[in-house]
């Protein structure tokens, strides 16, 4: 499962927009008209296992490439605010989910451990008071190295915490200060060597490959460093450049942006470093050792996507609390408002914040099951899959992917029969695409999402 072949001629030829497939439909497709009482009847109809996702918006400092949903402030306070409205939100949901066991909590953001020590107490006491835990729960945590004392980390482990992940983009200086993320890798060092002295079971680090002034020798050299220091996971993500949407961006000199010809010999870089070192390559942009849960669960067929990317968990039973979250509960997927203001405005009025939603028929589940097959184990049993979903003619009922995996199949990217479909080492980076000839509401060509390497 740790195979990738590069082939620069096929990536000019199919570096493409598409869409990330961490759910499917994708969050585009939410529509402003939605039905609360069909989310009630979905949470209340899941599953007896949920994962919870808690979207923390706050920020000491804007990063300059960051596109995720924040609030810059150096007031502290309006953290505690932000945990009374939290609060009133689990309020809302909790008789929904009474009944049901949360197996894996996430908190993303922003950052998470801008909330100080008693603050993160307090947080977690609101969760438990408002939900019931599995045994041995996985619980995890995004952290900015800068803003993640020892005392801190500690305190995350007494909590429960169990995992965590380290927020790098790049060791380089001339980097960090272009992106406004200056942070020392001794830093970084010492936090994840007391993370692995705490107990914390799984760590992971996110780099981001295509930011400003990389280039290949100064980029290798962090890939060395990130090796060096030996973490579980390790996530490669592409810098998009979209300083029309992210006001930050604007920041960074457009004549600082490697070219595509350079970006691409990053990825290829960190790819063929990573394999070296004995990483198995999960998917696109992340890497897991190979006695990682994420690794073992591709290994045995269980791997899955759901929001937060790739995970062991929650595909269909994701349920996000707070400002901009997104939610997946049997066959229903749902938005917060992203919006902080009309988040608190939509509370007191006694609503729950959802500003949009979406219930899956059956041929979106269907599509769906296809699609989370392919982008997490790189191949489909086609007769497994008949029987399963009571297709007579799997490529009948898809035919219209017929002319569009054409080209991938000529270019050997993707291997087809009437017993299976199969992505070759060759096709590994462009598994998206492949996905996409599979998306009934793709409109194929759009730009409305990222490049896919």
Not at 430 to 436: E, G, K, N, T, Y
Request: a negative charge; glycine letters at 6%; hydrophobic letters at 35%.
């Amino acid at each position: 499962m740790s195979t990738v072949t590069w082939d620069k001629e096929l990536i000019e030829k199919y570096n493409i927009n598409g869409p990330r497939y961490t759910s499917y439909p994708t969050a585009l497709m939410l529509s402003e008209k939605f039905s609360e009482s069909r989310i009630e009847s979905a949470l209340k109809n899941a599953n007896d296992g949920l994962c919870l996702y808690l979207h923390l918006p706050f920020c000491h400092k804007l990063c300059y490439y960051c596109g995720c949903n924040k609030v810059i402030t150096r007031h502290q306070h309006k953290a505690d605010k932000y945990l009374d409205y939290l609060a009133r939100e689990m309020a809302m949901y909790q008789p929904m989910v009474k009944d049901k066991k949360i197996r894996q909590i996430h908190l993303g953001g922003g950052t998470p451990t801008f909330l100080t020590e008693q603050q993160l107490t307090r947080l977690m006491e609101l969760v438990h008071q408002h939900f019931t835990f599995a045994d041995n729960p996985e619980v995890s945590i995004e952290i900015d190295p800068r803003s993640c004392s020892d005392e801190k980390l500690r305190h995350l482990r007494k909590l429960g915490f169990n995992r965590v992940s380290y927020g790098v983009q790049d060791f380089d200086k001339k980097v960090q200060i272009a992106i406004n993320r200056v942070q020392d890798i001794e830093l970084i060092a010492h936090q994840l060597k007391l993370s692995k002295e705490l107990g914390f079971e799984s760590i992971n680090l996110d780099l981001i490959y295509g930011l400003p002034y990389q280039r290949p020798e100064t980029f290798k050299k962090s890939i060395e460093q990130v090796i060096e220091m030996d973490p579980d996971r390790i996530s490669v993500f592409s810098y998009a450049h979209l300083p029309q949407r992210f006001a930050g961006q604007k920041k960074i000199p457009e004549e600082s942006i490697p070219q595509p010809s350079v970006k691409l010999s990053l990825l290829e870089q960190a790819i063929t470093q990573l394999n070296d070192a004995g990483y198995q390559f999960i998917g696109m942009d992340h890497f897991a050792k190979k006695d990682d849960g994420l690794a073992i669960a591709q290994r045995e067929g269980r791997l899955q996507r759901n929001f937060q990317g790739y995970t062991t968990d929650g595909q269909d039973a994701l349920l996000g609390l707070g400002v901009s979250s997104i939610s997946q509960v049997n066959g229903v997927l749902w938005q917060h408002e992203k919006e902080l203001p009309a988040y608190y405005k939509m509370i007191d009025n006694g609503q729950k914040p959802i500003i949009k939603s979406m219930a899956l028929n059956d041929e979106d589940k269907l599509r769906a099951a296809l699609i989370s097959q392919v982008i997490c184990h790189f191949e489909l049993d086609i007769e497994a899959f008949k029987a399963q979903w009571d297709l007579d003619d799997f490529w009948a009922h898809f035919a219209e992917a017929i002319p569009l995996l054409k080209p991938f199949i000529e270019d050997g990217l993707v291997d087809v029969s009437d017993k299976k479909l199969r992505v070759t080492d060759l096709g590994r980076l462009w598994v998206r695409s492949i996905c996409a000839c599979f998306d009934e509401y793709l409109d194929h060509g759009q730009n409305r999402y990222s490049k896919v390497v």
